[in-house]
């Protein structure tokens, strides 16, 4: 029969599932939307390409991709129990370079709206359309 116990280097708090640590640090609402992240390739630790089963330590590099930000963590601590907002946040750190990229977009973001965001009308209604038909196209006239 063989020993089913782990060796003393792997205790229960030192190692931790990629998917367990995104969502107990509060990067995604479930376990599930983590692991489809990270099929789909938008999280990556230490650089490399992972799996929802990869195991974290305490001074990895997590970078994942929420919407159209680019997020580089560093890990400060383990945990697969989801806390409270401040517990989640002391688990990592966001690297200095991370912050800067995430401030210029929102910068960027203030000062450049997106075009189709000012549109406060949809589609044109029946009634908009009619008039839009009955509108007279051409301005230059032959009368002239």
Do not use: C, H
């Amino acid at each position: 029969m063989q020993n089913d116990k782990k060796p003393p280097d792997s205790a229960p708090g030192d190692r931790v599932r990629l998917d367990k640590w995104l969502w107990a640090a509060r990067f995604f609402k479930t376990r599930g939307l983590a692991g489809d992240e990270i099929g789909k390739g938008r999280v990556d630790v230490n650089g490399q390409a992972a799996k929802a089963s990869k195991e974290l330590r305490v001074g990895d590099l997590v970078s994942l991709r929420q919407g159209e930000v680019l997020r580089t963590v560093e890990i400060r601590a383990l945990g697969v129990q989801r806390g409270p907002a401040p517990v989640a946040q002391a688990m990592y750190e966001e690297t200095a370079d991370s912050l800067a990229q995430r401030q210029k977009i929102a910068a960027q973001r203030r000062l450049n709206p997106e075009p189709a965001l000012s549109i406060e009308q949809g589609r044109p209604t029946k009634r908009d359309r009619r008039q839009l038909a009955d509108w007279n196209r051409w301005s230059a006239t032959a009368d002239e």
